[in-house]
């Protein structure tokens, strides 16, 4: 079991911007766990066929994913997206489909997260059979919509920007200020 002062790192922001990748270098820089994106496995295992019938098993997954991570961590732990990105996914991909308890779980986890790092898509879009929106109009609108949901909690975030050197040092400094509290 994770201790009590141990923080929860969120890795946020819309697709193709470097999450899994800072995720990673957290985790190895911090020497703790990281918890990965569920739903990549998830698709992966249906030949890339999602429903909205699906939305509260990837729920389930992420959930189970994130915990998992945070039995084994000590200090702190980062998470590849969190369930409130599954509510985005969810309302953007499968409007009015979202299960009412992933929301309200989703509300709750947030509450329990001492930092979001919000990667913005100032970096090349990979192209990723997963990915929805590889256009600018698109990513766009994508990265207000993960903005927006982080104001409209008042969570705290710190936003990475920049190339991979820049991104991953911001977010070491970020993190180190989390540690520091």
């Not at 295992?45 to 039995?71: C, F, S």
């Not at 299960?99 to 970096?123: F, H």
């Not at 008042?154 to 070491?172: C, D, S, Y």
């Amino acid at each position: 079991m994770a201790e009590t002062g141990m923080k929860r790192v969120v890795i946020f922001g819309t697709e193709s911007t470097g999450k899994t990748v800072l995720a990673q270098k957290l985790a190895e820089h911090f020497g703790e766990p990281w918890a990965p994106e569920f739903v990549r496995e998830f698709w992966d295992l249906r030949g890339g066929k999602i429903t909205a019938e699906d939305l509260g098993t990837i729920a389930l997954g992420q959930m189970a994913n994130e915990d998992h991570a945070v039995g084994r961590a000590r200090r702190v732990v980062f998470q590849d997206t969190d369930l409130l990105t599954c509510v985005l996914w969810d309302d953007l991909l499968f409007p009015g489909a979202c299960p009412a308890w992933v929301r309200s779980e989703a509300e709750e986890r947030t509450r329990g997260c001492a930092l979001y790092l919000l990667c913005d898509t100032d970096i090349p879009f990979e192209p990723d059979p997963q990915r929805s929106f590889p256009d600018e109009a698109g990513r766009e609108k994508c990265r207000r919509l993960w903005r927006d949901a982080l104001e409209k909690r008042g969570l705290p975030f710190v936003e990475i920007r920049g190339g991979w050197a820049q991104r991953e040092a911001a977010a070491i400094a970020a993190v180190t200020a989390i540690l520091a509290q």
